[in-house]
């Protein structure tokens, strides 16, 4: 889906307005002489598609800044992972557990997804478990 459109063939600056303003302020605005386009409008329909005002009269390069979906994957799909990211992957991590973790009333619960958890992340079980004990 189209995030932004930032320039017109790298000299021109383009300005996003919305397409009902324009259909309400320049009702022609679709048949209006082409030049090189100084705003664009979205498409409610599509996330891929967007107009130009006015009209370009030739070929031009657009600088577009756009977000690309990633494909659907399995349970079993292994991704390539930068390490840059892990912090902030295990931050994510914890702070869902978490959640899950307020909503349960009952403590073995979440205890018994503490201990999973930290398995899962390769962390010492006896310190879990002193700490565990000084928490008691």
Same mark, same amino acid.
């Given at each position: 889906?189209?995030?932004?459109?930032?320039? $017109?063939? @790298? +000299?021109?600056?383009?300005?996003?307005?919305? +397409? %009902?303003?324009?259909? #309400?302020?320049?009702?022609?605005? $679709?048949?209006?002489?082409?030049? $090189?386009?100084?705003?664009?409008?979205?498409?409610? !329909?599509?996330?891929?598609? =967007?107009?130009?005002?006015?009209?370009?009269?030739?070929?031009?390069?657009?600088?577009?800044?756009?977000?690309?979906?990633?494909?659907?994957?399995? $349970?079993? %799909?292994?991704?390539?992972?930068?390490?840059?990211?892990?912090?902030?992957?295990?931050?994510?991590? /914890? =702070?869902?557990? #978490?959640?899950?973790?307020? #909503?349960?009333? @009952?403590?073995?619960?979440?205890?018994? =997804?503490?201990?999973?958890?930290? +398995? /899962?992340?390769?962390?010492?079980? !006896?310190?879990?478990?002193?700490?565990? #004990?000084?928490?008691?």
């Amino acid at each position: 889906s189209i995030i932004d459109i930032h320039a $017109v063939d @790298s +000299k021109y600056a383009i300005m996003e307005r919305r +397409k %009902t303003e324009m259909d #309400e302020g320049i009702p022609d605005w $679709v048949s209006h002489d082409s030049g $090189v386009p100084r705003q664009w409008m979205r498409d409610k !329909k599509s996330t891929n598609r =967007f107009y130009l005002y006015p009209a370009p009269k030739e070929e031009i390069t657009l600088a577009i800044q756009c977000l690309r979906l990633p494909m659907l994957e399995t $349970v079993d %799909t292994e991704f390539d992972f930068n390490m840059l990211y892990q912090p902030a992957l295990v931050d994510a991590v /914890v =702070f869902l557990a #978490e959640s899950i973790d307020s #909503e349960e009333s @009952s403590s073995q619960k979440s205890s018994k =997804f503490y201990g999973i958890m930290k +398995k /899962v992340l390769g962390e010492d079980s !006896k310190e879990g478990d002193k700490i565990e #004990e000084a928490q008691n």
